[in-house]
T-cell receptor, first 117, second 112 residues
Framework: AAGVIQSPRHLIKEKRETATLKCYPI?????VYWYQQGPGQDPQFLIS???????DKGSIPDRFSAQQFSDYHSELNMSSLELGDSALYFC????????????????FGQGTRLTVV | RKEVEQDPGPFNVPEGATVAFNCTYS??????FFWYRQDCRKEPKLLMS???SGNEDGRFTAQLNRASQYISLLIRDSKLSDSATYLC?????????????FGAGTQVVVTP
């Protein structure tokens, strides 16, 4: 079965550069969540989208922005990168709509490991 | 106050022992509940959904207490491979769609 696809898997950027992370949800999933996990830390919720609109916002810095496109894939844009942005970035997808008989669990991608040097 | 709260642990458990931990949620509109497992630096993976009547999957038992607004996970006969962080996830409904809330995770360390 198709899973959540994230690209790239690894990314190295210099300070003050920009980065774009992509997330392709499981087919038919309309909700996407972004998480940041620093070394030795728990995943921190950044932002989520449902039906191409932002549904919730967490601890996402103003330097970051995200959107969900018409095909439901999502991109996380990160500008003016700082050393502290080095982390594992996870994307998860789920069905936001409640459809009887449908699973509502969220499935995670393998993550993008961003290193800022 | 966070919408979903977990004891971060770590819970240090001897191999073969039983460990249990809870997750509390604050929004009574919460409808669906899940436990995920996350191994070090890997993506969280669904362990089990939590049903109103409670459910069991092998050595794992999940319970839901709606009156006190918490879910629990019990692991029997702990294995070394059970060492991981266990994330509680709560989905609440707003009209026709749901929103997932994640807890910060409970770390379990199974020792020989």
């Amino acid at each position: 079965a198709a899973g959540v696809i994230q690209s790239p898997r690894h990314l190295i950027k210099e300070k003050r550069e920009t980065a774009t992370l992509k997330c392709y949800p499981i087919p038919r999933h309309d909700t996407v969540y972004w998480y940041q996990q620093g070394p030795g830390q728990d995943p921190q919720f950044l932002i989520s989208f449902y039906e191409k609109m932002q549904s919730d916002k967490g601890s996402i810095p103003d330097r970051f922005s995200a959107q969900q496109f018409s095909d439901y894939h999502s991109e996380l844009n990160m500008s003016s990168l700082e050393l502290g942005d080095s982390a594992l970035y996870f994307c998860a997808s789920s069905l936001g709509r409640l459809i009887e008989g449908e699973d509502t669990e969220a499935f995670f991608g393998q993550g993008t490991r961003l290193t800022v040097v | 106050r966070k919408e979903v709260e977990q004891d971060p642990g770590p819970f240090n458990v001897p191999e073969g022992a039983t460990v249990a931990f809870n997750c509390t949620y604050s929004n009574s509109a919460s409808q669906s509940f899940f436990w995920y497992r996350q191994d070090c630096r890997k993506e969280p993976k669904l362990l089990m959904s939590v049903y109103s009547s409670g459910n069991e999957d092998g050595r794992f038992t999940a319970q839901l207490n709606r009156a006190s607004q918490y879910i629990s996970l019990l692991i029997r006969d702990s294995k070394l491979s059970d060492s991981a962080t266990y994330l509680c996830v709560v989905k609440r409904t707003t009209d026709s769609w749901g929103k997932l809330q994640f807890g910060a995770g409970t770390q379990v360390v199974v020792t020989p």
